[in-house]
């Protein structure tokens, strides 16, 4: 079998049911690599909506580490963000929402009580109440809420990076699981959604989430991709079809290591 026939059974595969193949996720290397999530009506997040955010991640670096970020080049524009604040920062090691409006006013909102760990896996959540209310979340753990009544969109017309700032840096170094953006907040708790979600493992199904029905887009970071031209692509696996694409990302980057 050639390396082109092997690589077409391998993107056959994992976007298949086999189980073992479905294990996958995506390594990124601290430096140049992330994931583009083109600018669609989908990731339009507002104050005055409901929304949440997740992301399965396993952490391998200390450094300024983003998860999912809508900046512009020049940070002149609203935007909203998810990361992790590097080692020594003011937020050291903490899970961080940042939002900016299109007027610049910002909030930036750590999860005070709860340190990101530097190995194994963990679902990374922010919601808004669409009233003000912002919480993030770690491992279905509160880090906290704070209320911010902005007067502005939070919106724009930028596209979305899994793993580095919209405007360049901050590159995480580690793994991306699923991602998901609900238009609703999850419930958290026992027997919650959020808790469903994190039970569901880094590399579940989440269009089997009982929140599904509620996804503006989804991404399985390793099943399902396709790797072809040098470049990995990532069908949105929600009810819309916007696939994301790889910068900088070659074809080990994909691994097979996901655990619950």
């Known amino acids: ?134 919480e993030v979340l770690l491992d279905d753990i509160s880090g906290g809420t704070i209320n911010n009544v902005f007067a502005n969109t939070i919106t724009s017309n930028n596209d979305l990076d899994i793993g580095q700032f919209d405007a360049g840096g901050g590159n995480w170094g580690g793994n991306i699981g699923t991602i998901g953006i609900f238009n609703k907040v999850l419930t958290t708790g026992v027997s919650s959604e959020m808790e469903e979600l994190l039970n569901g493992g880094a590399d579940g199904d989440i269009t089997a989430h009982s929140a599904a029905g509620n996804l503006l887009s989804a991404y399985a970071m390793g099943g399902g991709a396709v790797f072809g031209g040098g470049v990995w692509t990532f069908p949105d696996i929600s009810a819309f079809n916007t696939n994301a694409l790889s910068v900088n990302m070659e074809l080990a980057d994909r691994v097979i290591d996901v655990a619950a």
Request: neutral net charge; contains cysteine.
């Open 1 to 134: 079998m050639s390396q082109a026939q092997l690589q077409q059974y391998i993107n056959t595969m994992a976007g298949s049911n086999v189980g073992f193949l479905k294990q996958f996720s995506m390594l990124l290397d601290d430096n140049d690599e992330y994931i583009r999530i083109p600018n669609n009506a989908q990731i339009n997040l507002d104050h005055n909506q409901a929304w949440t955010l997740t992301a399965r991640v396993k952490r391998t670096s200390n450094n300024d580490d983003v998860i999912m970020s809508r900046r512009n080049t020049g940070v002149t524009q609203a935007f909203f963000e998810m990361r992790v604040q590097p080692s020594g920062g003011g937020f050291s090691d903490r899970l961080v929402l940042q939002i900016r409006d299109s007027s610049g006013a910002q909030i930036t909102f750590n999860s005070t009580s709860t340190i990101v760990p530097g190995s194994g896996w963990h679902l990374a959540a922010a919601t808004c109440n669409g009233a003000g209310l912002y």
